[in-house]
Structure formats: C-alpha cells, structure tokens
C-alpha cells in the first residue's frame, strides 16, 4: 500500500514538472514571438524613414507644377537639413516658375543647406524648368538637364487686362475712392497712364536684375553675358 502511494507520488510530481515546464515554455516562446514582433516593426520604421530621407543618404525634393507657395517646400529642405545622415540633396524640377517670392524663398534655403551644412545640392531638370524653376536650380552645386530639356525663360512679367471699352458696351462703369494717386494702379477700369507704366516697369527692373545678380553670382558667369541671354527666351538643355 506504502508502495502504490509512493508511486503515485512520483508519478504526480512528474506530471506537475511537465506541467510548469510546459507553461515555461508556452511563456517563453510568447516572449520571444513578442520580441520578434518588435524587431520586426522596429526595421519596417527603419526601412521607411530610410526610404523617406532618400537611398544612400541622398535626399530627393520633387519640385513639380506652377510655384505659388514655398512653404511645404522649404519644411521637407528643413528636414533633410537638420538631418546628418543626408549628405546630399536632389531637387527633382519640372515647372514652368511662378511666383518671384516663392522661388526666391526655396533658392535661400537651398543656398543655406549648401553653405551653412556643406551638404551637397543637385538640380535635376525635367521636361521643364523654367523661369524660376531655373532661379531655384541656381543654387545647386550642379545643374543637370536632359537634350530635350526646356529651360531658361530669364524674365519677370506682368499681365494687366483694360476692359474699359468693354464695360462701356454693357454700361458699367467705376466710382473710385481712393488714399493715393497711384492706389489703384493696374486697374482694368481704365486706361494705364504713361507715369503708372513706368512705376510698374521699374518694378520688373528691379525684379530681374535680382535674377541676373543670382546667375552670376552661382553659374559664375558674365554679367554683360547673362543679360544679353537674359530677355525671357527659352533653351533646350
């Protein structure tokens, strides 16, 4: 009888210990299944945010249709910027420009990724980059364009449209109140008068030679060169 317990005994402890050692190794496993499972997640991140801040620590800025604004532009210059694993910047253009201030906005910053990191910065040209999609490339350290790449357009123009004789036809016609003489210059109401026009001139004049001043300075050009290229034609790259 002493036995047959003793027996029974040894064999219920046996069954306990597989029993614990089944739960330590459910447990186990489970920890590192868990642990498995955070590397993974952790090198798909990894990949991504790689994959964002460019292949190879090079940075790439997409640069595409009319430029109106400059600032989600200048926040993806200021990440690659602060970021010390880009080495290099690639700005990706395929514009036709825009605006004078959005695009001298993006060539600062781009002057300042080059300048104040020593970062390396490369203007790739698509289809077409002009007219400020060239003033941005200017502060590349490099310029690259394909044969057939449409480029240039060095100018700054201004549309003003005169319907007066067209509001004279459907009857309309404007009561102006204004603070000073020149408060409603460029209005489509009437005609320019020549002082307007020279006002307005002297605005594009400053405008370009802002343009001019920037290709000689960053192509390290001419200046007589530059201007005599300098009068809003295009080139193929």
């Known amino acids: 009888m002493f036995k047959e317990e003793s027996v029974k005994k040894k064999i219920t402890k046996k069954k306990g210990k597989r029993k614990t050692a089944l739960i330590v190794g459910i447990v186990a496993g489970g920890i590192i299944l868990l642990i498995l499972l955070v590397e993974i997640v952790g090198l798909s991140i990894f990949l991504a945010r790689r994959a964002e801040l460019g292949v190879g620590n090079i940075g790439v800025i ?10 989600e532009i200048i926040e993806k210059i200021h ?4 970021n010390r694993m880009v080495k290099a910047l690639v700005i990706r253009l395929e514009t036709p420009g825009g605006g004078v201030a959005a695009s001298q906005e993006i060539y600062e910053e781009l002057s300042k990724v080059r300048e104040e990191k020593k970062k390396v910065v490369v ?6 980059a002009t007219s400020g999609g060239y003033y941005i490339a200017c502060a590349a350290d490099k310029i690259i364009a394909n044969p057939g790449t449409v480029t240039g357009s060095i100018g700054v123009v201004m549309h003003i449209s005169n319907l007066e004789e067209l509001f004279k036809k459907v009857g309309l016609k404007f009561e102006v109140i204004k603070s000073g003489t020149h408060k409603d210059i460029g209005s489509p109401s009437r005609a320019m008068t020549p002082k307007e026009r020279a006002l307005l001139q002297g605005v594009i004049n400053d405008v370009h030679d802002q343009f001019v001043e ?3 300075k960053e192509r390290n050009l001419d200046k007589r060169k530059v201007r005599s290229l300098a009068d809003g034609r295009i080139f193929t790259g």
């Not at 990440?79 to 602060?82: R, T, V």
């Not at 203007?123 to 077409?128: P, R, T």
């Open 62 to 71: 997409d640069i595409k249709g009319p430029i109106y604004s400059s600032k």
């Open 79 to 82: 990440k690659y910027k602060k």
């Open 214 to 216: 920037i290709i000689v």
């Open 123 to 128: 203007a790739s040209l698509g289809g077409v």
